[in-house]
């Protein structure tokens, strides 16, 4: 059973930065893809970036410039930085690794206020 830890969810004011890290057990990280999402109050959970085995990055149209999305194989951790905050970014992040059943993290909280 994998076990996915998330961390560095804060306040931060609009135009902030953030480094969100999702830490997996086991040994499988570095063979699946993995993912952040994210459920702001009142929304639908939605994907915001990812990341295949090899790399390959995906974001969603409202984060692209802004986020950036990492892994780290030597350490089961993956990586979602955060620039220019906007308040719209404020909601629970999750990480997910696209195993079938994807598995999920319990999610941090990040919100974006002055």
């Known amino acids: 059973q994998v076990q996915l830890v998330e961390s560095g969810g804060d306040l931060v004011q609009p135009g902030g930065s953030l480094r969100l890290a999702c830490a997996a057990s086991g040994s499988i990280f570095s063979i699946y893809a993995m993912g952040w999402y994210r459920q702001g109050p009142g929304k639908r959970r939605e994907l915001v970036a990812s990341?295949?085995?090899?790399?390959?990055?995906n974001y969603a149209d409202s984060v692209k410039g802004r986020f950036t999305i990492s892994r780290e194989n030597a350490k089961n951790t993956v990586y979602l930085q955060m620039n220019s905050l906007k308040p719209e970014d404020t909601a629970v992040y999750y990480c997910?690794?696209?195993?079938?059943?994807?598995?999920w993290g319990q999610g941090t909280q990040v919100t974006v206020s002055s």
């Open positions: 990341i295949s085995s090899g790399g390959r990055t």
């Open positions: 997910a690794m696209f195993l079938t059943p994807t598995h």
